[in-house]
């Protein structure tokens, strides 16, 4: 069965960087897409970042690019996100989740693409 966990959300300030973990166990081949969800309160859940594991393409919303950073340790079998500059608007409930395929580009911000969620880490953003 194919399992995610999140981890790493947290109270940070603004301007202050925080990075989130996602585990993913139970791929047997680099076929699939790991996607970065946020969801804040009264908000349609928002993608935000993605990454195809067979070629290490990643993906970035506008509202995080040149801020945030997807990276994964295949040894660990880890998708990280490293998120810099935080702001109030940053504040929601982080989500990994992952498709059994290598999704395209204008697919991969899409959480109606993903098949597999894991629980949400919550990132608040406040001084």
């Known amino acids: 069965d194919v399992q995610l966990q999140a981890s790493g959300g947290g109270l940070v300030q603004p301007g202050g960087s925080l990075r989130l973990s996602c585990e993913v166990s139970g791929f047997s081949s680099s076929d699939y897409t790991i996607g970065w969800f946020r969801q804040a309160p009264g908000k349609e859940r928002e993608g935000i970042s993605g990454?195809?594991?067979?070629?290490?393409?990643?993906f970035y919303a506008r509202s995080v690019k040149g801020r945030f950073t997807i990276s994964t340790d295949n040894a660990k079998k880890t998708v990280y996100v490293q998120m810099s500059s935080l702001n109030a608007e940053d504040t929601a409930e982080y989500y990994c989740a992952a498709a059994p395929r290598n999704l395209i580009a204008s697919s991969i911000l899409r959480p109606s693409e993903y098949a597999y969620w894991g629980r949400g880490t919550l990132v608040t953003v406040s001084s």
């Open positions: 990454i195809r594991m067979r070629d290490h393409n990643t």
